[in-house]
């Protein structure tokens, strides 16, 4: 079949008529095989492997600079290991599983079947693995999908649709490029599944345009993840793992440390750690090939506005800026990290996703006003959690709701596989990742055969009268 190009696609008819198109194909073709399912995930892992540097390259032009390292391990080492996780266990998970009946008479079991055609919807931040990620559960679960990558990374999104092209027909997987109003139609159209992954403000608009018909819709949002530190905690090691997180892709993860809590007496211990780290790990910044710079001039200014923000409502900011460099710089779109201190609710820094290396720092005077203060607020994507008193590890983990916690490390739990990936109230809806995405993207039908001699629909043969006795006696 000839692919169609997709600067062809531009309009609500367009997808529409790709997604039927799809949706014919997938109900004439049946249930794919284990056989195709694996050779989808293998064509996915074999675009990413074969064109790993162009990509990387294409990453590193739309974010102005951004580090090969954390493409590679991000974007390709670690979508490359979901898709293989997938490939390896997929007959495992496709096998149906058996239930509990009443009786011998009557076998049950509960059969895992495609949806169909899932639509995906991509940022900016990940491009590559936050596309092909979810691909690892949906092909595993014999659908297909069409694809919305990200425009804020234009030349990552346009080689993913040539990529897409070559390797895949377009029946099992297409790419819709285009400008936002182009993700606001494609969150329209009627998918069998909607995956967004972005922001919660924009994730209410997608979850109201699916309802329009009544698509079913995986939600990975964000918030303010915290970073909680008990007064047994070493700052050495809360340092080096929270700002390892938040200069990685200089905190534009969904997922990063997004403030911390702590005691009053351990702030000044933090910064000095902190200063470090930075020394240690970042002894340059404008010129460090090392350092990720901020993705588009709009998002860097949202950046530089939140701490001027902070600072004219008293905040204390400590910038983590190399010796002799500035604090951040307009053409590079760098910004160092910076500690903001004395921070308080009424500032913007507080109140909004941050998304960028800033990091607040609330001084709180026990673990039970640190969970006191989470719990009053929207539910966090991932709680951090740093100290060695299991009894007041374990009282925050069982007072606290969030998508995932993670203890003594930052993000940890995102590259194991096993792990269901998701947020929770208003950072998201819906997990995948591993067996989760399989059976995200499936439907548990439950099937039920049964023998000529079993009387198990019997009960609700008239006449009642003396099933009426029985009953009632059971019921004394």
Same mark, same amino acid.
């Given at each position: 079949?000839?692919?169609?190009?997709?600067?062809?696609?531009?309009?609500?008819?367009?997808?529409?008529?790709?997604?039927?198109?799809?949706?014919?194909? !997938?109900?004439?073709?049946?249930?794919?095989?284990?056989?195709?399912?694996?050779?989808?995930?293998?064509?996915?892992?074999?675009?990413?492997?074969?064109?790993?540097?162009?990509?990387?390259?294409?990453?590193?032009?739309?974010?102005? !600079?951004?580090?090969?390292?954390?493409?590679?391990?991000?974007?390709?080492?670690?979508?490359?290991?979901? =898709?293989? !996780?997938?490939?390896?266990?997929?007959?495992?998970?496709?096998?149906?599983?058996?239930?509990?009946?009443?009786?011998?008479? @009557?076998?049950?079991?509960?059969?895992?079947?495609?949806?169909?055609? &899932?639509? &995906? *919807?991509?940022?900016?931040?990940?491009?590559?693995? =936050?596309?092909?990620?979810?691909?690892?559960?949906?092909?595993?679960?014999?659908?297909?999908?069409?694809?919305?990558?990200?425009?804020?990374?234009?030349?990552?999104?346009?080689?993913?649709?040539?990529?897409?092209?070559?390797?895949?027909?377009?029946?099992?997987?297409?790419?819709?490029?285009?400008?936002?109003?182009?993700?606001?139609?494609?969150?329209?159209?009627?998918?069998? $599944?909607?995956?967004?992954?972005?922001?919660?403000?924009?994730?209410?608009?997608?979850?109201?345009?699916?309802?329009?018909? %009544?698509?079913?819709?995986?939600?990975?949002?964000?918030?303010?993840?915290?970073?909680? /530190?008990?007064?047994?905690?070493?700052?050495?090691?809360?340092?080096?793992?929270?700002?390892?997180?938040?200069?990685?892709?200089?905190?534009?993860?969904?997922?990063?440390?997004?403030?911390?809590?702590?005691?009053?007496?351990?702030?000044?211990?933090?910064?000095?750690?902190?200063?470090?780290?930075?020394?240690?790990?970042?002894?340059?910044?404008?010129?460090?090939?090392?350092?990720?710079?901020?993705?588009?001039?709009?998002?860097?200014?949202?950046?530089?506005?939140?701490?001027?923000?902070? +600072?004219?409502?008293?905040?204390? &900011? *400590?910038?983590?800026?190399?010796?002799?460099?500035?604090?951040?710089?307009?053409?590079?779109?760098?910004?160092?990290?910076?500690?903001?201190?004395?921070?308080?609710?009424?500032?913007?820094?507080?109140?909004?996703?941050?998304?960028?290396?800033?990091?607040?720092? #609330?001084?709180?005077?026990?673990?039970?006003?640190?969970?006191?203060?989470?719990?009053?607020?929207?539910?966090? =994507?991932?709680?951090?959690?740093?100290?060695?008193?299991?009894?007041?590890?374990?009282?925050?983990?069982?007072?606290? @709701?969030?998508?995932?916690?993670?203890?003594?490390?930052?993000?940890?739990?995102?590259?194991?596989?096993?792990?269901?990936?998701?947020? #929770?109230?208003?950072?998201? *809806?819906?997990?995948?990742?591993?067996? $989760?995405?399989?059976?995200?993207?499936?439907?548990?039908?439950?099937? /039920? *055969?049964?023998? +000529?001699?079993?009387?198990?629909?019997?009960? %609700?043969?008239?006449?009642?009268?003396?099933? %009426?006795?029985?009953?009632?006696?059971?019921?004394?």
């Amino acid at each position: 079949m000839t692919a169609h190009s997709v600067e062809d696609i531009n309009s609500v008819e367009d997808m529409n008529a790709i997604l039927n198109r799809m949706k014919r194909a !997938h109900l004439a073709a049946g249930p794919a095989s284990a056989a195709l399912r694996r050779d989808r995930l293998m064509r996915s892992i074999r675009l990413i492997q074969e064109n790993h540097q162009l990509l990387t390259q294409a990453m590193c032009a739309d974010f102005g !600079h951004r580090s090969v390292y954390q493409s590679l391990i991000a974007d390709v080492a670690t979508t490359i290991n979901a =898709l293989q !996780h997938a490939a390896e266990h997929l007959e495992e998970w496709m096998k149906p599983e058996p239930a509990e009946t009443p009786d011998n008479t @009557t076998q049950a079991l509960i059969q895992s079947q495609p949806l169909g055609v &899932i639509g &995906i *919807i991509s940022p900016w931040n990940f491009p590559v693995n =936050l596309s092909f990620g979810p691909l690892a559960g949906v092909f595993a679960a014999g659908n297909t999908a069409m694809l919305k990558p990200s425009e804020l990374t234009p030349a990552t999104s346009e080689l993913l649709a040539e990529l897409v092209a070559r390797y895949f027909d377009p029946e099992e997987l297409t790419v819709v490029l285009g400008e936002a109003d182009t993700a606001r139609t494609f969150s329209t159209l009627p998918f069998d $599944h909607l995956i967004f992954t972005g922001s919660s403000q924009v994730g209410r608009h997608v979850m109201r345009a699916a309802a329009e018909n %009544l698509v079913p819709v995986t939600l990975e949002l964000g918030g303010k993840s915290p970073v909680v /530190v008990d007064d047994s905690a070493a700052m050495a090691h809360v340092a080096e793992r929270t700002l390892t997180v938040k200069t990685f892709n200089v905190g534009q993860i969904c997922l990063s440390p997004d403030y911390m809590l702590m005691p009053d007496d351990q702030v000044n211990d933090f910064v000095k750690e902190s200063k470090v780290f930075m020394a240690r790990s970042f002894p340059q910044i404008q010129d460090n090939e090392d350092y990720t710079s901020i993705v588009t001039p709009r998002h860097y200014q949202r950046l530089i506005s939140l701490l001027e923000d902070a +600072r004219q409502k008293g905040a204390e &900011i *400590i910038s983590l800026a190399p010796e002799g460099e500035p604090d951040f710089d307009e053409l590079s779109r760098k910004i160092a990290p910076h500690l903001v201190l004395n921070v308080t609710d009424d500032m913007q820094i507080m109140q909004e996703e941050i998304f960028g290396p800033l990091l607040p720092v #609330v001084t709180c005077r026990s673990t039970g006003e640190a969970i006191d203060y989470i719990n009053a607020r929207p539910r966090p =994507l991932a709680a951090y959690y740093f100290g060695e008193d299991t009894a007041k590890r374990q009282t925050f983990a069982s007072r606290t @709701t969030s998508g995932a916690l993670v203890v003594n490390d930052i993000m940890s739990h995102a590259t194991i596989d096993s792990l269901p990936f998701g947020g #929770v109230g208003a950072s998201g *809806i819906g997990a995948y990742h591993g067996i $989760h995405g399989f059976r995200r993207f499936s439907h548990a039908k439950p099937v /039920v *055969i049964q023998n +000529r001699d079993s009387e198990l629909s019997q009960r %609700l043969q008239a006449p009642y009268q003396h099933k %009426l006795e029985i009953l009632t006696d059971m019921l004394k």
